[in-house]
């Protein structure tokens, strides 16, 4: 049955069995009204530069948004919660880093619209990876005209690394 025919005939919503049918579940194609509808909330999978296409629609139904989008969304809060504690080096870091490991694997992100998104990015991908620190921080601002406006793009690339963050601390790092 094509989606026009569906709601043109008796639809209901998958949930409450209303007719005011107003969504459609992008992943199971199921009818939802307005008020079963769930949405990701704002901003979900913002830092996550990987984020796969089904966790990026706006809205879904129930079953669908409790099988394949509520435990990626805490996850994600998780994530950047620690990613927000990332410690980040720049490559101008001169002290002796307090260094665990280091990963071999280069961490790149390119066309952001400001430098702080761009080091949490970079922090995110760390955390993900399960390390507590991003090494030899190097972020780039390029100016770019278009139509006679000017603005900032920003990349960066970092190494993921494990550092003794109580050995920071007495350091005298932040
Ligand atoms: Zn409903
Ligand atoms: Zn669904």
């Known amino acids: 049955m094509s989606q026009s025919d569906a709601r043109s005939s008796d639809v209901s919503c998958v949930s409450c069995r209303t007719s005011k049918v107003q969504f459609e579940c992008p992943l199971c194609e199921a009818d939802i009204c307005s008020k079963c509808v769930m949405r990701p909330p704002q901003g979900s999978f913002f ?3 990987d984020t796969p296409a089904e966790l990026k629609h706006p809205h879904y ?4 948004f409790a099988e394949e989008v509520e435990t990626a969304v805490s996850q994600y809060e998780e994530t950047l919660a620690l990613a927000k504690e990332v410690f980040v080096f720049f490559t101008t870091q001169k002290k002796e880093i307090p260094l665990v490991r280091k990963s071999k694997e280069l961490l790149m992100v390119q066309e952001q619209e400001d430098r702080d998104v761009t080091i949490l990015k970079l922090a995110y991908m760390a955390s993900e ?6 090494i030899s921080t190097d972020v780039q601002c390029v100016k770019v005209r278009n139509e006679g406006y000017q ?3 920003w ?3 970092a190494y993921a690394a494990e550092v003794k963050g109580d050995r920071l601390e007495r ?3 932040e």
């Open 151 to 153: 603005h900032s793009v």
């Open 155 to 157: 990349s960066g690339k």
């Open 171 to 173: 350091y005298g790092f």
């Open 47 to 49: 830092y996550r530069s």
């Open 61 to 64: 139904c129930q079953s669908c």
């Open 129 to 134: 990876r399960g390390f507590n620190a991003i």
